[in-house]
Nanobody, 130 residues
């Protein structure tokens, strides 16, 4: 089962930017859909942005549209989340997850279902504060 490792989380001021990386132990092409989720203690996990490897279809939560961009580098087996104009409401642990079975980007982000052969990373902390 491929492993996912997130990195790039940090403390940043409001209005700042960060780029998160999710490195897969295998190929990102092994996953049908891969995406980013975030969770704050006491709140439900939110699907932030997801992408399908085959055709690059993307999904963004309304809360991040226009500010976040998901991208993949299949040669590096890495998925990125570029986050701009960050606000304190973006503070959370960000997780990478992937499903090797056919699913849409929206489907992955809205259900967070990765199946028995899917993977979750351990998360990286993003804190937006003065």
């Amino acid at each position: 089962q491929p492993q996912l490792v997130e990195s790039g989380g940090d403390l940043v001021q409001p209005g700042g930017s960060l780029r998160l990386s999710c490195a897969a132990s295998g190929s990102t092409l092994d996953f049908y859909a891969i995406g980013w989720f975030r969770q704050v203690p006491g709140k439900d996990r939110e699907g932030v942005s997801c992408v399908t490897s085959s055709d690059g279809n993307t999904y963004y939560a309304d809360s991040v549209k226009g500010r976040f961009t998901i991208s993949t580098d299949n040669a590096k087996s890495t998925v990125y989340l570029q986050m701009n104009n960050l606000t304190p409401e973006d503070t959370a642990v960000y997780y990478c997850a992937a499903n090797p079975r056919p699913t849409s980007a929206q489907g992955l982000c809205l259900t967070a279902r990765v199946g028995g052969q899917g993977s979750w990373g351990r998360g990286t902390q993003v804190t937006v504060s003065l």
